[in-house]
């Protein structure tokens, strides 16, 4: 089993629409991030928690809001999506400042 | 700001070719330094890390110093294979109080041709 697990692997909306991407982690890391990934940009932070009762915004979280349920679950919620928002997301974890391991991403697409 | 600058890609290379991937960057303080490789459909899996000047990050044959001086962390491979076709990133990490954030650069396209 995947150590980071994002869902769902892909997803097709439309704009105005609710959506949550889900992340999961077996690892027992107390640090969890979601960042999107554009062509020609990398990865930019999108917000990141460092256990349940700490949020931060990081680079770009205008039009995101994130909810951290549990220590191994992290969710993004975009409340009303736009097709500027059409990216690849990813959640990662850490314990620390030790490196971060990444999940398989999501991809998002909204018509 | 911080910020990493990489070669822009993609870079195509015949199997046992060399491979230098340059990679610089732009820090207040002293940043740790990291390569990423993602692999098609798959999510970022760090590939080596140096934490301090002079250090040296190696892993399945990859090879990156951590240069003060020129502000760089270039990653070499002496031989590529096939499998080495991925996407490549460099990133660099500021501790800010007990956070560990990356700042990722646009990544590097490698396809590795038999």
């Known amino acids: 089993d995947a150590d980071v697990t994002q869902t769902p692997r892909n997803r097709i909306t439309k704009t105005g629409k609710r959506i949550m991407l889900e992340c999961s982690q077996t690892?027992?890391?107390?640090?969890m991030y979601w960042y999107r990934q554009d062509p020609g940009l990398g990865l930019r932070l999108i917000y990141y928690?460092?256990?349940?009762?700490?949020?931060n915004k990081g680079e770009i979280s205008d039009g995101y809001s994130v909810s951290r349920q549990a220590q191994a679950k992290f969710s993004l919620s975009l409340e009303s999506a736009i097709p500027n928002q059409t990216a690849l997301y990813f959640c990662?974890?850490?314990?620390?400042?030790?490196?971060?391991?990444f999940g398989d991403g999501t991809r998002l697409s909204i018509l | 700001g911080n910020s990493v600058t990489q070669m822009e890609g993609p870079v195509t290379l015949s199997e046992e070719a060399f491979l230098t991937i340059n990679c610089t960057y732009t820090?207040?303080?002293?940043?740790?330094l990291f390569w990423y490789v993602q692999y098609p459909g798959e999510g970022l899996q760090l590939l080596l890390k140096?934490?301090?000047?002079?250090d040296k990050g190696s892993n399945k044959g990859f090879e990156a110093t951590y240069r003060k001086e020129t502000t760089s962390f270039h990653l070499e491979k002496g031989s590529v294979q096939v499998s080495d076709s991925a996407v490549y990133f460099c990133?660099?990490?500021?501790?800010?109080?007990?956070?560990?954030?990356?700042?990722f650069g646009s990544g590097t396209q490698l396809t590795v041709l038999p």
């Open positions: 990662a974890t850490s314990e620390g400042v030790q490196p971060q391991h």
């Open positions: 690892k027992g890391h107390d640090r």
């Open positions: 140096a934490t301090k000047a002079d």
């Open positions: 820090a207040t303080g002293y940043p740790s």
């Open positions: 928690s460092f256990d349940v009762k700490d949020i």
């Open positions: 990133a660099l990490s500021l501790d800010s109080g007990s956070a560990r954030q990356l700042t």
